[in-house]
Nanobody, 115 residues
Framework: VQLQASGGGLVQAGRSLRLSCKAS????????MAWYRQAPGEQRDLVAE???????SYADSVKGRFTISRDNHKDTAYLQMSSLKPEDTGIYYC??????????WGQGTLVTVSS
């Protein structure tokens, strides 16, 4: 099982960025997928989650600015981030889990938002 995250970078506040999480070794369409964020010196927190049937949920801090989506044909989950703020800075990790295969984390992609 592997999750390959990409799309991070350095952006100015107010701009947008899209993260991608390409999955392999799993039946992607059956999985809930999630994005977590770990800011410097902080714990890893849930940012957004999308179920296998497309229901999404968000942390209060990103509601209205971030959108999680998925493409089951490409085995890829996305996180569209808009109106970025400096406090959105951190390493973003893709996540999934199953009873049979356990928890899988992607390698993380760094997002830096400058003021």
């Amino acid at each position: 099982v592997q999750l390959q995250a990409s799309g991070g970078g350095l952006v100015q506040a107010g701009r947008s960025l899209r993260l991608s999480c390409k999955a392999s070794g799993i039946t992607f369409s059956t999985r809930t997928m999630a994005w977590y964020r770990q800011a410097p010196g902080e714990q890893r927190d849930l940012v957004a989650e999308i179920t296998s049937d497309g229901r999404s949920s968000y942390a209060d801090s990103v509601k209205g600015r971030f959108t999680i989506s998925r493409d089951n044909h490409k085995d890829t989950a996305y996180l569209q981030m808009s109106s970025l703020k400096p406090e959105d800075t951190g390493i973003y990790y893709c996540y999934t889990r199953s009873a049979r295969q356990g928890i899988t984390w992607g390698q993380g992609t760094l997002v830096t938002v400058s003021s």
